[in-house]
């Protein structure tokens, strides 16, 4: 069964022998209205695909991206993209409909479905030309259609070709059974690839920059998917497979445990990326106005059915807060405030706003008017989402790309009081809104609040101090040479400084004393990649340990070591300071040859973690 482009009209005057039928769109002569889809970005276009292999209930989902040389620029650029999925597939009849300008197979309501339009749509914004491969039982099954804009327009392609028995471009069959370290996947038994093919409009066109915003949008759209491991997602560009991306949910509200984001309380201006450490959790909380519960409210609104009759029905409202140690006063140091800060700048930021969830999918994320300005960076620091059921579609107003919600603000003059359904942005308005100022208020008190020095005396520190009290007093060492030749004054504010650095606001003379007191300390930060797994100071009169949290050593090591495991953390650091304490006890004749020693085992270190990530055979 063709799919015909033209559709046409019979007129029922006539003209002596009768005139013909006169087509109501000219399709030949539309090419290039039919590619000016209205999507706002490529990631929403892409988007559109997905949404089908959701649909069709993928467990895996690739994103194949094929790139060429630009002669002019002389720089590689993205020139295919491919979706492959290993959902249910598509029979023969639906496959031959599926790259009909308005076809569709969704009429319910379940599920993202119902629209059915994205696929040639989302395509043509990227691309002139289309290939869907699909099959069941098999891919010896394999059938393909296609569409090509350019051959539309010059009248070679005036139908979509019944579907015909088609093997796999070359470049993909490498794919449909797919190997990594960790994970096997096999696309054989049902499945369907799309294939963008020359792509031509496609912003950023390099693959570093299209993979950044593709990860960070699908990661958000698509979040719920992920989490509940309904499917998974990756990235794949096909000249660096090694770099093969999965794509993690990225939730706005920051609550979800294996977030794209997560921070760490030891350093909480910094942002985690793809739970790279096991001692990572979500920057935010649940919220509610008298602080108990989940977080959510249901919210009845009254709306109009498809008959035109009222009827009623929920909308869920979810809200969170960032947690009190990541936002106040002394999470950050002395002068400065989250927002100047790694996660304020570059996350929070991005995702300020209130997010529409549609069936687990996000199709919209803006300010919709429920609060004001958006330039205070107070403002970051809270989330919110408006989830429904496809039943409200016509309430909400969603667009049939799923790109949009019509929720807008109603000026007071404008509402009439006598109706019984009110739009549903006032419906919602009162809630959300009041909801919103309690937890920019909240925030304001947060930052008021300061940590105490309580937090270094560890129970390594106690045992230490313990051991340490008991040692001969006639031994030499640098941190005791310094303790009796500094006045305690200067130590004092030296400590002070220390403790600033650690985010501390404003310690006291007894807090420093107290620090300065104990023989060891120990400070978890971030001091590079490719600085040192750990370093020491003598500077006080006491031994201040720092463990860099970029370090392989800590990701792959002590970050699992530690998980949930106080006792393994202690022990280790025990064994740390026991090093550095005999370090400090010969310093003062044999400066040179520690430092030596221990640059060479930090080299060794490194050289044999290197080796364990990125085994290479001589």
Not at 100 to 120: H, N
Not at 453 to 462: K, L, M, R, Y
């Amino acid at each position: 069964m063709k799919t015909h482009f033209r559709i046409l009209m019979i007129i029922g005057k006539h003209n002596g022998g009768g005139n013909m039928p006169k087509s109501i769109v000219d399709i030949r002569n539309m090419g290039d209205a039919l590619r000016n889809t209205g999507y706002k970005n490529i990631e929403s276009a892409v988007s559109e695909i997905v949404d089908n292999s959701v649909e069709a209930e993928a467990e895996n989902i690739f994103i194949i991206i094929r790139e060429r040389l630009n002669t002019v620029s002389g720089r590689q650029q993205v020139s295919e993209i491919g979706f492959l999925d290993n959902g249910y597939g598509m029979d023969e009849e639906i496959l031959s409909s599926c790259l009909g300008i308005g076809a569709t197979t969704r009429k319910t309501r379940k599920g993202m479905g119902r629209f059915g339009v994205g696929l040639p749509q989302a395509s043509l914004y990227a691309c002139p030309e289309i290939e869907v491969y699909s099959w069941q039982n098999g891919i010896e099954n394999c059938k393909m259609v296609y569409l090509d804009i350019n051959k539309i327009k010059d009248g070679s392609q005036t139908e979509i070709a019944d579907p015909q028995l088609q093997q796999l471009p070359a470049s993909y069959q490498q794919f449909v059974r797919y190997k990594t370290i960790t994970e096997n996947y096999d696309f054989v038994q049902n499945g369907t690839l799309v294939i963008w093919k020359n792509c031509d409009r496609i912003q950023p066109k390099t693959r570093g920059p299209l993979v950044d915003r593709l990860e960070f949008a699908l990661g958000q759209k698509f979040r719920y998917f992920i989490n509940k491991e309904k499917c998974n997602m990756k990235i794949i560009c096909e000249n660096n497979q090694e770099m093969a991306m999965d794509i993690y949910p990225n939730d706005p509200l920051f609550l979800m445990e294996n977030n794209y984001v997560l921070g760490n309380p030891q350093e909480p201006a910094k942002a985690y990326i793809k739970k790279l450490d096991s001692d990572l959790e979500p920057f935010f909380e649940p919220y509610t106005v008298d602080g108990k519960g989940d977080g959510s409210v249901d919210i009845p609104v009254k709306y109009y059915d498809k008959e035109g009759e009222i009827s009623e029905a929920s909308v869920k409202v979810r809200f969170s807060i960032v947690k009190d140690k990541f936002y106040d006063e002394t999470a950050f140091k002395a002068g400065t405030k989250p927002g100047s800060y790694q996660f304020g700048k570059k996350y929070a930021k991005r995702m300020e706003g209130i997010s529409v969830i549609r069936a687990d999918r996000e199709i919209d994320f803006r300010k919709f008017d429920f609060y004001e300005n958006t330039n205070e960076p107070q403002h970051r620091w809270w989330g919110c989402e408006i989830i429904f059921d496809p039943i409200l579609d016509e309430a909400f107003g969603v667009a049939n790309n799923k790109q949009y919600v019509e929720l807008k603000s109603i000026e007071q003059e404008d509402i009439d009081y006598e109706e019984e359904v009110q739009p549903l942005w006032l419906q919602l308005y009162s809630t959300v809104a009041k909801t919103i100022r309690s937890m920019y208020a909240k925030n304001e008190e947060t930052r008021k609040k300061t940590r105490t020095i309580e937090g270094t005396q560890t129970a390594t520190v106690d045992i230490i101090n313990d051991v340490e009290e008991n040692e001969d007093e006639d031994t030499t060492s640098t941190t005791k040479e310094i303790k009796e030749n500094t006045p305690e004054e200067k130590l004092i504010d030296e400590g002070k400084k220390v403790l600033v650095e650690q985010g501390f606001e404003e310690p006291t003379d007894d807090e420093a004393k107290r620090y300065i007191s104990n023989s060891v300390n120990f400070k978890y930060m971030d001091c590079g990649k490719f600085g040192p797994a750990f370093d020491y100071s003598f500077k006080l009169s006491c031994i201040i340990i720092t463990i860099n949290t970029s370090h392989d050593f800590y990701k792959v090591f002590l970050s699992k070591l530690y998980e949930n495991d106080n006792d393994a953390k202690t022990t280790f650091e025990l064994f740390l300071a026991s090093f550095v304490k005999a370090v400090d006890v010969t310093d003062t004749y044999q400066r040179n040859e520690n430092d030596r020693l221990v640059a060479t085992w930090q080299e060794r270190l490194k050289k044999y973690i290197t080796q364990q990530l990125n085994p290479k055979k001589n």
